[in-house]
């Protein structure tokens, strides 16, 4: 039963609340060709070390199972693209963590959504639900060959939330097809070949920077890893500064995702003699505090070694 708030209206009110795109999907379990190469690519010890991408499958592909009554979901994008980026002579850090922690800012954001249009819960990359997934069934993008939610006309640089509804809408979102075409361009930008060609289980988050950079937990990085580093310590936005549909981003309109200055400020010099108490404040109410400092440090150290 619809209680008669139409699609135009959720989008329109999303809008007006400052995201940049929104859809609405049917509630159905994920299909299951996804939901296989899921399994799939966990089975092949591709998700690495975050063994909580295998946990609570059930509620992954089913949302009603992780929040009773859903009948709906409503997929939201909020752009955080940067009017300026780090000098390609410092240290890189992803272009995400410039500003303050998006969990803050979309936790904000989706809360506001959620009272406005009667929602039953709503997440932002805090519960095993499949983003990319319901981003594309309810029209907001497809899934590139990067892996990343491809916005048409917008690009990739997008944080993506979702609130669940208890009401079934009289129409929803068109899904939208595949459009990376023969591009390869940012399969033959990753350094490590984490990327290759084909679905999701031709991912192996084991050799990607950013998985090595963020969620790692190991004293040191390999030689390898190493070696492909750059100047990277946190992050790497390689797959999508290659692709072509980033050249229409625009700067985000988020203050509170705009690069902090004490970031863009930061010298080579200045992150490698960082204290416990710097970290402290320097990245208090930052995505970058998922790098726990003896972490970050470690990835200081690896850059460092690559100008040796």
């Given at each position: 039963m619809s209680n008669g708030i139409t699609l135009e209206q959720i989008t329109q009110t999303a809008h007006q609340l400052g995201f940049s795109a929104c859809g609405i999907a049917p509630a159905h379990d994920v299909k299951k060709e996804v939901s296989d190469a899921y399994l799939q690519w966990i089975a092949q010890g591709h998700h690495a070390e975050m063994n909580y991408l295998a946990q609570h499958l059930d509620k992954r592909f089913s949302p009603s199972l992780l929040v009773p009554g859903t009948k709906s979901i409503v997929s939201v994008a909020l752009n955080y693209f940067p009017p300026q980026r780090i000098p390609s002579t410092n240290y890189q850090i992803a272009t995400y963590a410039l500003g303050d922690d998006y969990h803050d800012v979309l936790k904000e954001k989706l809360s506001q959504l959620q009272e406005a249009i009667g929602g039953?819960?709503?997440?932002?990359?805090?519960?095993?639900?499949?983003?990319?997934?319901?981003?594309?069934?309810?029209?907001?993008?497809?899934?590139?060959?990067?892996?990343?939610?491809?916005?048409?006309?917008?690009?990739?640089?997008?944080?993506?939330?979702?609130?669940?509804?208890?009401?079934?809408?009289?129409?929803?979102?068109?899904?939208?097809?595949?459009?990376?075409?023969?591009?390869?361009?940012?399969?033959?930008?990753?350094?490590?070949?984490?990327?290759?060609?084909?679905?999701?289980?031709?991912?192996?988050?084991?050799?990607?920077?950013?998985?090595?950079?963020?969620?790692?937990?190991g004293a040191t990085l390999s030689q390898q890893i190493t070696a492909h580093m750059g100047h990277s310590i946190y992050g790497c936005d390689r797959c999508q500064d290659a692709c072509p549909w980033n050249r229409f981003a625009t700067?985000?309109?988020?203050?509170?995702?705009?690069?902090?200055?004490?970031?863009?400020?930061?010298?080579?010099?200045?992150?490698?003699?960082?204290?416990?108490?710097?970290?402290?404040?320097l990245?208090?109410?930052?995505?970058?505090?998922?790098?726990?400092?003896?972490?970050?440090?470690?990835?200081?150290k690896a850059a460092c070694s690559n100008e040796e």
């Open positions: 039953l819960r709503s997440f932002c990359d805090t519960a095993p639900v499949l983003e990319r997934y319901w981003a594309v069934q309810a029209g907001v993008g497809w899934i590139g060959k990067n892996h990343q939610l491809i916005i048409p006309g917008a690009g990739s640089h997008f944080f993506l939330g979702e609130v669940f509804l208890p009401y079934s809408l009289s129409c929803y979102s068109t899904p939208l097809p595949q459009r990376c075409g023969t591009c390869d361009a940012c399969l033959l930008a990753c350094p490590t070949a984490a990327l290759t060609q084909g679905d999701a289980s031709c991912f192996n988050a084991e050799r990607c920077l950013s998985y090595q950079t963020i969620e790692y937990r700067p985000t309109a988020e203050q509170r995702l705009l690069p902090r200055p004490s970031l863009l400020s930061m010298t080579k010099e200045a992150w490698q003699q960082l204290t416990p108490e710097q970290y402290r404040k990245l208090k109410g930052s995505a970058m505090k998922r790098a726990k400092y003896d972490m970050l440090m470690r990835n200081i």
